[in-house]
């Protein structure tokens, strides 16, 4: 299983950045196909993806952060990050970075899913202020 670390959370006032990373603990699977993403949690709400990257460098973003965030990775450093521009009140959060490298959760990762064939960091949390 592998481990991930996510750091960058903080407050910020609407309209601020905040630049997320996650740290993996070992690089991609045998094969090289995985996928890996951001989600993220607001208080009474249910989890929900915000963007992901696969293997391929394809990336795909919830219509909510479309043209504000940025997922990115360097994989030789196996770390994932997601620049985050334009913040609104609404993107307050735990945000989570997940991992899959099953075919199954690779699918469920590009569509930004919920799936238990991830890998989950612990959680940074984003604060931002109207």
């Known amino acids: 299983q592998v481990q991930l670390v996510e750091s960058g959370g903080g407050s910020v006032q609407a309209g601020g950045s905040l630049r997320l990373s996650c740290r993996s603990s070992?690089?991609?699977?045998?094969?090289?196909?995985?996928?890996t993403g951001w989600f993220r949690q607001a208080p009474g709400k249910e989890r929900e993806g915000v963007a992901s990257?696969?293997?391929?460098?394809?990336?795909y973003y919830a219509d909510s952060v479309k043209g504000r965030f940025t997922i990115s990775e360097d994989r030789a450093d196996n770390t994932l990050w997601l620049q985050m521009d334009s913040l609104k009140a609404e993107d307050t959060a735990m945000y989570y970075c997940?991992?899959?490298?099953?075919?199954?959760?690779?699918?469920?990762?590009?569509?930004?899913?919920?799936?238990?064939?991830?890998?989950w960091g612990q959680g940074t949390q984003v604060n931002v202020s109207s």
């Open positions: 997940a991992r899959s490298n099953s075919l199954l959760g690779i699918v469920r990762c590009r569509r930004r899913d919920q799936s238990d064939d991830y890998s």
């Open positions: 990257i696969d293997d391929a460098g394809r990336t």
């Open positions: 070992r690089a991609t699977s045998i094969n090289g196909n995985y996928c």
